[in-house]
């Protein structure tokens, strides 16, 4: 049986070994945005899950573009400097290719890790000001970020091209805008969180219109053959918000300015919105996304199983997953979705004993 989710796959100049991805997870472990030995050991455990590439977590542009205090950054020579150092290190003693999601936080920032409740920094708990496209809480108990001015707006597209340039120089195979579950660049592109009437406002051209100059910015400064993708909320699944046809123009606009791929998430842009909890529950929009720009698309959201990402891939729904908690519930997830689908995946020499040929059964030197 020869496996579709074990079949390589190229994004603009980038090979990638199989389609499966681990997607972006924030760790809330970094100290004023720069990475520690966390982050050696969690992105050193998923440099050998066997996924071809991994993401790792929103990266943000600015201080103030953090979700927490804990969250990492990409503003600063020390934050490069430590980033540079783990990422060297996963290439050195795992198989997976290395992205990265960079990101500003926007009006959903400044507040508490979620295992210390999630919500907006109180007084005392060293908050900071929030920015946004209007001046918007993202719920009841969060404060109405400052409506940011075209002076703020084009601070933070540089912030972004920085960001790049510094993860150009670690040496990242991918580069991903962080485009979905609320933050800033979502913010201004739904219609929940942008109630401006200027050129970054109004009807949708004028919503995308931060995230398109972004997103050509980054193309300009990125190798041509290095793929520059985004995730992106295809459903704010609240009424009045963004649609799934809203998001097949958004990714086709994207294409034009050199997109190379999408990741379809869903949701996170009010405190109110609900994301479905069924298995899968992104792919219908992935399919959709695929289907109606041909742009390379990624699907994420309870894909747990082997065979559920395996049929994704074979019946053409998605050309890529992503896996978040499954990883860290199985950091060697892909080796064992391999032994399932009778695949083969790389695995680092010291580990090799455990690879299929060498199982009971085979001839193995003790
Ligand atoms: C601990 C944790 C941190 C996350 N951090 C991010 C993040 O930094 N960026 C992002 O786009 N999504 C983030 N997510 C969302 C995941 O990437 C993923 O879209 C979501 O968990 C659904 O996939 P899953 O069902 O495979 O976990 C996070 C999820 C978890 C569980």
């Avoid at 990741?263 to 009010?270: L, P, T, Y």
């Avoid at 860290?328 to 083969?344: M, T, V």
């Avoid at 695995?347 to 003790?366: E, I, S």
């Amino acid at each position: 049986m020869t496996s579709a989710l074990f079949s390589p796959y190229k994004i603009n100049g980038l090979e990638l070994a199989n389609r499966i991805v681990v997607a972006p997870m924030c760790q809330y472990s970094a100290n004023d945005g720069v990475a520690g030995d966390w982050h050696w050991t969690h992105l050193g455990m998923l440099a050998n899950s066997g996924a071809s590439l991994v993401i790792i977590e929103m990266t943000d542009v600015e201080r103030r573009g953090r979700i927490t205090h804990g969250c990492l950054g990409i503003y600063s020579d020390a934050c490069e400097a430590a980033l540079a150092r783990i990422i060297a290190h996963c290439k050195r003693i795992g198989t997976a290719k290395f992205g990265i999601q960079i990101a500003h936080a926007g009006r959903k920032a400044s507040s508490s890790r979620p295992w210390e409740g999630g919500q907006g920094l109180k007084p005392g708990e060293d908050p900071w000001e929030t920015i946004g496209p209007s001046a918007i809480p993202f719920g009841p108990s969060w404060p109405a970020p400052r409506q940011m001015t075209e002076e703020d707006i084009a601070h933070v597209r540089a912030a972004f091209v920085e960001g790049t340039e510094r993860a150009l120089r670690i040496g990242f195979d991918a580069i991903e805008l962080h485009m979905a579950h609320g933050y800033l660049i979502h913010a201004f592109t739904s219609p929940i969180s942008n109630t401006r009437n200027d050129g970054y406002g109004g009807d949708l051209a004028g919503r995308m219109r931060f995230g398109l100059e972004i997103l050509r910015e980054l193309r300009a400064v990125m190798p041509k053959g290095m793929p520059l993708g985004a995730r992106i909320s295809a459903t704010d699944w609240l009424d009045g918000g963004l649609t799934p046809d809203d998001s097949v123009i958004w990714v086709n606009t994207m294409k034009e300015s050199g997109l190379d791929y999408v990741c379809v998430s869903s949701g996170g842009v009010h405190s109110a919105a609900r994301n479905p909890l069924d298995a899968g529950y992104n792919v219908p929009l992935a399919e959709k996304i695929k289907r109606e720009t041909g742009v390379a698309t990624r699907a994420v959201g309870l894909i747990t199983t082997p065979q559920q990402a395996e049929t994704i891939i074979a019946d053409g729904k998605a050309d890529m997953v992503a896996l978040a908690r499954a990883m860290l519930d199985h950091p060697h997830w892909a080796w064992l979705a391999a032994r399932e689908l009778g695949a083969e995946v790389e695995r680092c020499p010291q580990y090799l004993r455990v690879a299929p040929k060498m199982w009971p059964g085979a001839t193995v030197r003790q």
